[in-house]
């Protein structure tokens, strides 16, 4: 039977995020206002309240601020006992007068601080809590949680196996939506609990050695469409996110979305062994007595009483378990093992566009592929290197926590792109007697099957159209568990002339980088087996018939990614690319007929 | 005149929102208008509200109770 899991998370964060600077507005800055800390702490109380009456347990990560108030002690112990929660310890919420009056900053996100700095952090809130509660926590999290601050964090306190370790695909456009001034570049991560290695928190563990000991939980279960285009903050299982997002009706006060969000993710257990995976965590500042943007108050408490209840409904008819953070590690220890990849077959469920995309996350890659483009790839994380990305002040990464890509859709175009030059998209063309079809242009669908360790896309057959030529053709993705790789399928079906030929081109664009602004290129190598062009913006292009393999090497993501093919009189080839268009090309062209295939596979690697 | 303040509701720019950017409106007593630092808005409450009801367009699918996700017959 399948299993849905739900963590349900609370802070007591005594300054919440946001609060301060709404309720504070016209007044000089005082994080010690008795009637914010008083205010913080009922929002607390009242989402402690909406969990529990449905029926559901909490995990509660204090925060260093709610270590010095009794009465936040006292609940989380009494809760404890009384209901079963959990008693963590979260490194949000660090900003309250003894934090700043000890640190001499700002500063609140614990990724970003030196390591000097991360490291007396911790062993004074972890200290502080230990002073407070005789023991210490098993979970723990913040926005992001940086390898080297897992590693630290395990080595030092052993008990601690779950953590919120990152928010998916908040990054740039995180900061847009915020008039450039929200500093949470974590991009290219899972979607779903993984074990993070130890060498990238991002980058799941392939085996025990790069098991960095404790199981990841992103921070929100999002929208995996509406997040990769639009603000991620507007769209998880987070209802002021969705009032943020105003999917709501202002007339009734429904949100049939949340819940279409919830219902969703529920129905991923299909997709990945029966197990599928929630989790809501809700900081106080979102619950704001002056209310949150157009939305007062009564809403704000609303919809999160609705959220509550909606998992309480599906708890009760057996739908659902909920589970503290620790519970959930155990469990997701049992249940899942290093290369077992997660999958998630999605649709858009708010804008009415029919579009559905693939994710797959395993410890070698993230892709995603989009059925609304004929199964063309559009991004592509290259896990297999596990990039030591070291992340904070004193590193060369002081902000930018993002798993680099190979392709982004959206960063660095897809298909379409202005005037010249390409974007970043793996896909195929087509062609018949000097006419051209991209397969990003065949809107289809897809259906998801497992046979052994191969999980396979197969999409419905799309039709292109030639002026004298029709032909009918199927794409298959195959990702074989624990081979770093994808293989593509291309199969024709039928054709209007069963003795025409068409030619096809299978092609990836790539480059590399975190953010929409291109990266220099200069120390990229392409080669068509062993023939290579350094590259150098110079336009140049290298095809051989029968090529074994076309590669590109890119050392600053220390990465090696390929193309290998099986087809008719195929050939394969590179193209440089040059300052307008900086990017690479590796592709295969063949020929097909009817009934025939053509297979290709994308292979990634790990450079040195 | 006197400076602007934050409105009774803390409405952002109904206009920047729809380019994905949420900026706080700030508020001008005297006129009865909030207006966006960042673009080029200025507008009475009603509008604002007229305008995020605007915001909502692209979500056709907003009221929808989806029962299979991998049913695309409706």
């Known amino acids: ?608 | 005149m006197a400076q602007a303040t934050k409105g009774r509701l803390n409405y952002r720019c109904p206009s920047c929102f729809m380019r994905d950017l949420d900026i706080d409106m700030f508020y001008d007593a005297q006129k009865e208008e909030f207006y966006c630092m960042r673009c080029q808005f200025i507008g009475s409450e009603a509008e604002v509200l007229r305008m995020n009801e605007m915001v909502r367009v692209r979500y056709k699918d907003m009221m929808k109770r989806f029962n299979d996700f991998e049913d695309f017959s409706e």
């Not at chain 1, 892709?367 to 992340?391: C, H, S, T």
């Open chain 1, 1 to 608: 039977m399948d299993q849905f899991v739900v963590n349900i998370i609370h802070r007591p964060e005594m300054v919440p995020e946001y609060a301060e600077k709404v309720t504070g507005q016209g007044k000089t800055e005082d994080i010690g206002r008795k009637a914010l800390l008083t205010e913080s702490l009922d929002i607390f109380k009242i989402q402690q309240q909406c969990a529990h009456e449905n029926g559901l347990k909490t995990t509660i990560q204090m925060t260093y601020a709610s270590l010095f108030n009794d009465e936040a002690v006292a609940l989380a112990k009494e809760h404890h006992e009384k209901y079963g929660d959990e008693i963590a310890l979260s490194l949000l919420g660090l900003p309250c007068e003894q934090f700043r009056e000890k640190y001499k900053t700002k500063d609140f996100c614990i990724w970003m601080f030196s390591m000097e700095d991360k490291k007396a952090i911790v062993r004074d809130v972890f200290g502080k809590f230990y002073e407070r509660f005789g023991f210490y926590p098993e979970s723990t999290g913040s926005y992001y949680m940086d390898a080297d601050l897992i590693n630290f964090i395990k080595a030092e306190y052993p008990s601690v196996k779950c953590a919120v370790a990152t928010c998916w695909e908040e990054g740039p456009k995180a900061y847009h939506t915020c008039n450039n001034s929200w500093y949470t570049f974590m991009d290219g991560g899972p979607w779903a609990p993984w074990i993070p290695s130890k060498q990238n928190t991002h980058a799941p563990a392939a085996n025990e050695a790069e098991d960095s000991g404790i199981v990841a939980i992103p921070h929100l279960s999002r929208d995996l469409l509406a997040c990769y285009d639009g603000n991620g903050s507007n769209f998880g299982t987070h209802p002021q996110n969705v009032l943020r997002g105003m999917i709501y009706d202002t007339e009734t006060w429904e949100y049939p979305y949340l819940y279409n969000l919830i219902d969703q993710y529920r129905s991923l257990a299909k997709y990945n062994n029966g197990y599928a995976y929630n989790m809501m965590f809700v900081g106080p500042g979102w619950m704001n007595k002056m209310g949150r943007w157009e939305a007062p108050y009564e809403l704000l408490k609303k919809s999160y009483w609705d959220g509550c209840a909606y998992y309480g409904q599906l708890k009760k008819e057996g739908k659902l378990t909920d589970m503290t953070m620790s519970e959930f590690a155990d469990f997701y220890r049992q249940k899942k093992t290093y290369t077992e990849p997660e999958c998630a077959l999605w649709r858009d469920i708010l804008y009415g566009s029919n579009k559905q995309l693939f994710w797959y996350c395993d410890p070698y890659m993230r892709a995603g592929v989009n059925m609304d483009q004929g199964g063309a790839i559009f991004d592509l994380r290259p896990y297999v290197a596990k990039l030591e990305w070291p992340v904070g002040i004193g590193t060369p990464h002081i902000q930018d926590a993002s798993y680099p890509f190979l392709m982004q859709e959206k960063y660095r175009a897809g298909y379409f792109t202005h005037y010249a030059g390409e974007g970043t998209i793996r896909s195929a063309k087509v062609c018949h007697n000097g006419e051209e079809v991209d397969l990003c242009l065949c809107r289809t669908k897809a259906h998801f099957s497992q046979e052994g360790s191969r999980r396979i896309l197969t999409l419905d057959p799309v039709e292109i159209a030639f002026s004298d030529l029709t032909v009918k053709l199927q794409t298959v993705i195959t990702f074989a568990e624990g081979e770093s790789s994808i293989r593509i399928d291309r199969n024709i079906l039928e054709m209007s002339d069963p003795d025409a030929v068409v030619t096809i081109n299978e092609y990836m664009v790539g480059c590399y980088g975190t953010t929409e602004y291109t990266e220099d290129m200069s120390s990229l190598t392409l080669g068509v087996d062993g023939e290579t062009i350094p590259y150098e913006y110079k336009c140049r292009e290298l095809a051989a018939k029968d090529a074994g393999e076309v590669w590109c090497k890119l050392p600053p993501i220390d990465t090696r990614v390929s193309m290998v093919c099986e087809g008719r009189e195929k050939s394969g080839y590179i193209k440089e690319g040059y300052a307008f268009s900086p990017m690479f090309t590796l592709g295969y062209t063949g020929k097909l007929q009817d009934k025939e295939v053509f297979t290709t596979w994308l292979k990634l690697q790990k450079a040195d």
